[in-house]
């Protein structure tokens, strides 16, 4: 398993970007799929986007077009670009890592979008 850190979170107009940071405690090459998932007030955890060890990509509906992940192995860290933001991209935001059946989570990092 590797332990995750997210930072990057914080209070943005609508419109606006952030950039979420996941740090890993290892090093990420191997690691099969790295992502982000989000869990708004009252929802259910949901996923935002994934990213393989080739680099292959997927995204929520939602977000397609606006949020781009990137992972860089040199830095152990998987990064989460999010631009035009909406109100409804209020959540929590968890770092995800999973190897060989083994998940694991960050603790989150708040993003609150203001309208």
């Given at each position: ?85 909406k109100s409804e991209d209020t959540a929590v935001y968890y770092c995800n890592a999973e ?17």
């Amino acid at each position: 398993q590797v332990s995750l850190v997210e930072s990057g979170g914080g209070l943005v107009q609508a419109g606006g970007s952030l950039r979420l940071s996941c740090a890993a405690s290892r090093n990420i090459f191997s690691i099969n799929v790295m992502g982000w998932y989000r869990q708004a007030p009252g929802k259910q955890r949901e996923l935002v986007a994934t990213i393989t060890s080739g680099y292959r990509t997927n995204y929520a509906d939602s977000v397609k077009g606006r949020f781009t992940i990137y992972r860089d192995n040199a830095k152990n860290t998987v990064n989460l670009q999010m631009d035009s933001l909406k109100s409804e991209d209020t959540a929590v935001y968890y770092c995800n890592a999973e190897s060989r059946g083994l998940e694991s989570w960050g603790k989150g990092t708040l993003v609150t979008v203001s309208s």
